[in-house]
């Protein structure tokens, strides 16, 4: 979508019913290293290798949302599928960074109203693809998202997007 806040993006949507949609950006990395936005007491974040931190979307930026391979239980975990799961809990963040799990720290999360993303979806606002571990939590964040096109067999110049005032 030619938006600001979503061009050239990965979303991983953890929710989506008729009373609405819910998810995190990926793939947008900002300029803060976990040492500097969390304090966990008996973890030397410094040098955790395996965790980064995105924009994760528009809404609540003040608050997070993990995004892990990592074993996760309690009651604000969703499981979204191919061994990727979703929370908002901090108790949850800070046994996966003890266990030193790969994870994704996104700021804010991005939502859709009652049949809002599905309009978008039908009027050619967003491709979508099956969840891959490797594009969300792998590889080099800043080829994520030609890695996601070409997984659906196109390329950044093969993709036409309306504007969002269109």
Known sequence: MKDPFFERTLVLLWHHDEEGAVGVIVNRPVEHTLDEVLTVEDVDLSDYPNGHISWGGPVETDSGTVVTTGEVSG?????????????????????????????????????????????????????FADIDPELILGGDRATAYERALASLGLTPTTVWMQPVDA
């Open 75 to 127: 009651s604000d975990v969703w499981l979204v599928g191919q061994g990727i799961t979703v929370t908002r809990s901090n108790d949850a963040l800070t046994t996966l960074l003890r266990d030193r799990a790969d994870l994704v720290l996104c700021l804010g999360y991005a939502g859709w109203g009652p049949g809002q993303l599905d309009e978008e979806i039908e009027s050619g606002g967003w491709l």
